[in-house]
């Protein structure tokens, strides 16, 4: 068991920081706004426990929470230009974030290091770090799943006019919704960074919005469920799909088009729902039953 | 140097119009990102290239690359996006999946280039200097400028004066409303696809050709120009996309003649998200128009 | 008496009996990492199928001794920092892996390095970055820091062509070729030579345009590009056509010192200098017996990066052999003797390899010149 787990221990931590990173994305994706700046977020707490934990002698448990902090507030300013957006446009909107966060980190040398990126990170984060922080991530999101607010993200998302006709403040709800995903994101960023020992503008690019966008596709969009199934099946393709290493990113194209088109709400959506009818299905047959006992007796 | 660098700008800018085009027409009609366009654009180059080097004449090349980028764009839709078209609220999921045809394509060309930087062979094209009111132009420069002059007339007169430039425009308004009128909005989709990628296509050759450089990935940075174009030029407006183009490659070359060569992203993605701030429809959008278009 | 002589000779007997039954067929595991695939395929490929070609040979010369060879895997680490997590540590973890040529570079021959250290796994990463070597004792590089390459052509640009104002152009979005750019612009400002314009580029742009006609209207007696081979082609090109004066002399670091700068470039590249480990074809015995072989085998002529995976592993056989000789064939064995290797004889720069006491590589640099469309060495 052991002899596993030092073989696959960096995959089970990847796993564990794109379940988070899927946290962020979703709980944007949930309230209807078409965001994939979780890149971004993700940047912005990395280069900061990074820059903090190498030059400057902050204790690590704080450089995470700044970091985190730095992103959340980001995240909320970024939802108020965005709220005057719809659809497609918030998506350039958020990928223009991306691009513009990439390029002063490039452009920054003396400060982010450049191209070069920060070196010598110290490894503090261990599975043990991450599936904690995991756990208390689903906890929270949980809580918000079941919370009103959670019933405003859904209205949100599934018709924007209703929410608004009820007297709801759309604006506010998104900027709650971008704080969090800014929040979650910088974390497992500043979480990330703590692990790769070297981080670089380059890891948060392109490449780090698809597979995060890949992961809330494949696994869900609205359900717990979802970012763990989606990174589950992203951490293991690599392995089983060895012969088609060189054909990585077309396997990944061809997973997005099937998801998207044949099973839209993502393998771990799916199952949640499948559960959810077989419960309704079995209450419905329970009273059903009652009702005929009653009625036989009456 | 100012007026050459405009002229630099100028090149520049009239190939992404090339480019952003297609894209803003697919866009307007559909109100869908077509985020496989700039590797159609690449498949464009690509397969001119690879016609070139088995010896087919160039113009040829280019010819059969055109129709060729068409049909590919064609397949996208057909691929990526009817599907989802027909089930509606698709703005999102037709996003995902326009990045999964891009996935795939780009994968396909790294295979196919071995991951090599591949060029358009000595003397494909005359290499040929002018000296016109003082300043140095190329053959080249002279055709692209041509070209491209004489193709946005020919969209814009198709768009305006024709039938099917009609019916566009019809089912970009309200697609329902134009079918009850008898339009065939299949049909629709599948021409201005194949107009965008081969638009697209052509791009692609010419930046080739001008850049002497044709890779898999060359289709990324034109890709996030085009969001810029169609944000600052407005949804589905073909000036729009011409001049914001236009001010674009002259902005760029402007930024990395006088400025420190790092903040040129910054500064075109930062315009971006001005325009979206400000004035979310463009300069040309109209200006009652919801950003984004409306949820069907 | 009797007894004792015929017990010595009873025990000596067995003695030599046990030694030729322990002496039996010895396998050395070594594991050839590097990007095969991604962005840093053109280094990676090219020193993999460098050090295959002299495994093979020298498995075949029997260097090892008698029955014994070295069993050699190819792996990609594919420019990927997860994907070479994952595969090191389950290299580490395999008792029989004796040490792994690669990763290739970068933030990925970093995280081998990490690993390397913290596993206790020797690596001998492609890369140049002291950093590499600095994470710790069980990380080596194989290829020159700038510190020992770059003063080859900083000296030719100030003292040999004795040029005073140099326009930089460079890579901005990669560390190791930032690092080239910056040890050459300190190296010819000591030198006195002034610096008129510094330019960076992403690794993917094509479009110089711009650039080009800043520097060809800009007034400056030499250019350097420290770029990689294609696209520094490129640039050159774009810098001709928009008028770049012909008679500016251009230079160029080792980058340009692969077939494909020449492929590309055409006439445009002819006069530039740059430095280079490899002459084509090679210039003495060894290397261009090399040169034969390689292009027999893989049917293209060899580039700078298979001349390179070809002296790497040279240095990393003599470490293995040593270490067996030493009767020390651990991991901490041959780790000792790699960072002891001295005058290993190699197919480039100077022709013999070898390690200082604090595991820096060195084994020089020529001073090339494009000349009629071939590298040839430059003019003193």
Redesign the interface.
């Known amino acids: 068991m052991i002899?596993f787990y030092?073989?696959?221990?960096?995959?089970i931590d990847?796993f564990l920081l794109s379940v988070g990173f899927g946290y962020s994305q979703q709980i944007a994706?949930r309230a209807g706004v078409?965001s994939i700046a979780t890149a971004g977020f993700a940047a912005l707490g990395s280069y900061c426990v990074a820059i903090l934990a190498t030059k400057t002698g902050v204790p690590i448990f704080l450089t995470v929470i700044l970091g985190t902090a730095l992103a959340a507030a980001v995240g909320g300013l970024l939802a108020l230009?965005l709220a005057?957006?719809?659809?497609?446009?918030?998506?350039?909107?958020t990928?223009?974030?991306v691009?513009?966060i990439?390029?002063?980190l490039?452009?920054g040398e003396g400060f982010t290091g450049?191209?070069?990126?920060i070196?010598?990170i110290p490894?503090e984060v261990n599975t043990w770090i991450l599936l904690i922080v995991v756990g208390l991530t689903m906890y929270v999101m949980w809580n918000i799943g079941r919370s009103g607010m959670g019933r405003v993200f859904n209205a949100l998302r599934q018709e924007e006019s209703v929410a608004s006709s009820l007297g709801v403040n759309i604006g506010k709800y998104h900027i709650i919704a971008f704080i969090i995903s800014g929040a979650v994101g910088g974390l497992f960023g500043g979480l990330q960074s703590l692990y790769?020992?070297?981080i670089?503008?380059?890891?948060y690019g392109?490449a780090f919005i698809?597979n995060v966008?890949t992961v809330v596709?494949l696994g869900g969009r609205t359900t717990l469920l979802g970012p763990i199934m989606g990174a589950l099946i992203m951490a293991i393709l690599?392995e089983i799909a060895r012969p088609l290493?060189?054909?990585?990113?077309?396997v990944?194209?061809?997973?997005?088009?099937l998801v998207?088109?044949f099973l839209?709400n993502g393998v771990g959506d799916e199952i949640v729902f499948w559960f959810r009818r077989r419960k309704q299905a079995r209450q419905q047959q329970q009273r059903a039953s009652e009702k005929e006992a009653r009625d036989a007796v009456s | 140097m100012l007026s050459q660098q405009i002229l630099n700008g100028l090149v520049s800018g009239s190939v992404y119009a090339l480019f952003s085009l297609g894209f803003t027409l697919i866009f307007g009609v559909q109100k869908l990102l077509n985020f496989a366009h700039g590797a159609t654009f690449m498949a464009g180059a690509f397969i001119a290239y690879y016609c070139t080097i088995s010896g087919l004449p160039f113009l040829l090349a280019i010819g059969f690359s055109m129709l060729a980028t068409g049909l590919i764009a064609i397949l996208i839709d057909l691929i990526a996006f009817r599907t989802l078209r027909n089930r509606g609220n698709a703005e999102f999921p037709a996003l995902v999946s326009s990045i999964g045809v891009d996935l795939i394509l780009v994968s396909i060309a790294q295979q196919v280039s071995k991951t090599q930087v591949l060029n358009f062979p000595f003397g494909t094209f005359p290499i040929k200097f002018y000296d016109l009111f003082g300043l140095r132009i190329s053959l080249l420069q002279i055709v692209i400028l041509a070209v491209v002059a004489v193709l946005v007339a020919a969209l814009i007169f198709y768009l305006r004066k024709t039938t099917f430039g009609r019916q566009v425009r019809a089912v970009a308004t309200n697609e329902r409303a134009a079918a009850l009128l008898g339009v065939n909005a299949q049909s629709v989709y599948l021409q201005t696809f194949f107009i965008a990628g081969a638009l697209a296509g052509l791009a692609g050759v010419l930046i080739g050709l001008l850049f002497n450089s044709i890779q898999f990935l060359m289709g990324e940075p034109y890709m996030l120009r085009a969001f810029v174009v169609v944000v600052i030029g407005g949804l589905g407006s073909v000036q729009g996309a011409i001049v914001a183009s236009l001010l674009l490659g002259v902005t760029q070359s402007l930024a990395v003649a006088y400025l420190p060569s790092g903040l040129t992203d910054a500064i075109i993605f930062g315009l971006l998200f001005l325009v979206l701030l400000v004035r979310p429809n463009g300069l040309f959008g109209d200006i009652n128009a919801v950003a984004g278009g409306t949820r069907q | 008496m009797k007894f004792k002589t015929l017990m010595l000779s009873a025990t000596s007997a067995a003695a030599v009996t046990l030694a030729g039954v322990a002496a039996h067929a010895e396998d050395y595991k070594v594991v050839i990492l590097q990007s095969l695939t991604g962005g840093a395929a053109f280094i990676g490929k090219n020193v993999a199928d460098g050090a295959v070609l002299a495994a093979e040979e020298l498995n075949e010369q029997g260097f090892f001794g008698e029955g014994n060879q070295m069993v050699f895997s190819v792996e990609d680490d594919a420019t990927d920092r997860t994907q070479t997590l994952s595969l090191i540590t389950r290299l580490a973890a395999d008792e029989d892996v004796l040490m792994v040529m690669g990763p290739t570079s970068g933030s990925v021959a970093m995280a081998g390095a990490n690993v390397a250290n913290e596993r206790e796994f020797p690596v001998m990463t492609t890369t140049n970055s002291m950093e590499v070597v600095e994470n710790g004792p069980w990380s080596f590089i194989m290829t020159q820091p700038a510190s020992i390459t770059m003063p080859f052509i900083a000296d030719y640009t100030a003292e040999t062509l004795g040029l005073e104002r140099c326009a930089i152009i460079g890579v901005k979005d990669n560390e190791a070729y930032v690092a080239l750019q910056r040890m050459y612009e300190s190296l010819i400002t000591e030198a006195g030579v002034e610096i008129v314009s510094q330019d960076g580029v992403a690794l993917a742009d094509s479009d110089f345009s711009a650039l080009a006609t800043k520097i060809a209207t800009s007034d400056q007696d030499c250019v350097f590009i420290g770029t990689p081979a294609a696209q520094g082609a490129n640039i050159i090109l774009q810098l001709k056509q928009a008028g770049l004066d012909p008679s500016t002399p251009i230079l160029g670091h080792n980058a340009f010192a692969s077939p494909t700068f020449i492929e590309k470039g055409g006439a445009a590249v002819e006069d530039v200098y740059l430095i280079g480990a490899w002459v084509p074809g090679g210039d003495d015995d060894f290397s261009s017996a090399f040169a034969e072989s390689f292009e027999a085998k893989m049917g293209f002529p060899a580039d700078e990066w298979n001349a390179m995976g070809y002296s790497g592993m040279q240095v990393v056989a003599h470490a293995v052999r040593d270490a067996a000789e030493a009767g020390n064939l651990t991991r901490d064995g041959v780790r000792q003797a790699l960072g002891e290797q001295k005058d290993i004889p190699v197919v480039v720069g100077t022709h013999t390899y070898s390690y200082d006491e604090e595991r820096v590589p060195y084994f020089g640099m020529k001073v090339l010149q494009v000349k009629d469309g071939a590298f040839t060495v430059a003019p003193e």
């Open positions: 002899q030092y073989a696959y221990q960096p995959i990847f994706l078409f230009p005057r957006l719809r659809g497609a446009f918030q998506a350039i909107a990928l223009a974030f691009q513009i990439l390029s002063l490039l452009y450049g191209a070069l990126g070196v010598g490894r790769t020992f070297q670089e503008p380059h890891n392109f698809v966008l596709i690599p290493a060189e054909y990585r990113q077309a990944n194209g061809v997973i997005l088009i998207i088109t839209p």
